[in-house]
């Protein structure tokens, strides 16, 4: 059972390009939830999103940033117009089913390390 | 508002020692707790969830203890190695909605041989 797959796992955008970051789930998980890693910074919260529904965006940005999850396919976080500042490490997370109840860990990908120069 | 708080920030440790890193975090009324290591340029890797209604989880030569009225947590890890190398980090659920944690800034752990 391959784990949470990403990528690309390292991308390099130029000021005001765009970022298109992929998450493929585990096998029977779905739910996504999308995490950023700033330099000196802890992981925080982005958004969370079933198949065809944002459930949570509270940690996103209000403006550039936009993610999905299509009925097909994986789950895009989509960074337009990149700065300097969303250099970071951005992580995509999946469960069966959420709730604490599950007592299902979450289980995280590998990464995807954005450099905006 | 739930923090969440890892001390020390640092630590480096013989190989062989017993070690112990701690997590608190403000508001009690938690659902459960996990620790993860994290690899440098790697993702994380779950180590142990704690339930609401558990003291207590151990995996090999972890240990990691839960006290929710004092709202603290500890990771002990025995005999250290130094492929214990890389920084540990405990979430809690902002929710109900498991997925949604929110994360300690981290201990990096070093062991040396």
């Known amino acids: 059972n391959a784990g949470v797959m990403q990528n690309p796992r390292h991308l390099v955008r130029r000021r005001g390009q765009e970022a298109r970051l992929r998450c493929s789930p585990m096998?029977?998980?779905?739910?996504v939830y999308w995490y950023r890693q700033l330099p000196e910074e802890g992981l925080k919260f982005m958004v969370y999103l079933q198949k065809e529904n944002i459930i949570d965006e509270s940690g996103m940005p209000k403006e550039r940033f936009s993610a999905e999850f299509p009925k097909e396919g994986p789950s895009i976080l989509r960074i337009q117009q990149v700065v300097r500042g969303d250099s970071a490490a951005y992580f995509c997370?999946?469960?069966?089913?959420?709730?604490?109840?599950?007592?299902?860990?979450?289980?995280f990908g590998e990464g995807s390390w954005l450099t905006v120069v | 508002k739930q923090e969440v708080t890892q001390i020390p920030a640092a630590l480096s440790v013989p190989e062989g020692e017993n070690l112990v890193l701690n997590c608190s975090f403000t508001d009690s009324a938690i659902y459960n707790l996990q620790w993860f290591r994290q690899d440098p340029g790697k993702g994380l890797t779950s180590l142990l969830l704690i339930q609401s209604s558990q003291r207590e989880q151990t995996s090999g030569r972890l240990n990691a203890s839960l006290d929710k009225s004092s709202g603290r947590s500890t990771l002990y890890i025995a005999a250290s190695q130094p492929g214990d190398s890389a920084t540990y980090l405990c979430a809690v659920p902002s929710d109900n909605q498991g997925g949604k944690l929110i994360f300690g800034q981290g201990t990096e752990l070093s062991v040396k041989p």
């Open positions: 096998k029977g998980h779905s739910h």
């Open positions: 997370a999946s469960s069966p089913v959420p709730g604490h109840s599950s007592g299902n860990t979450i289980y």
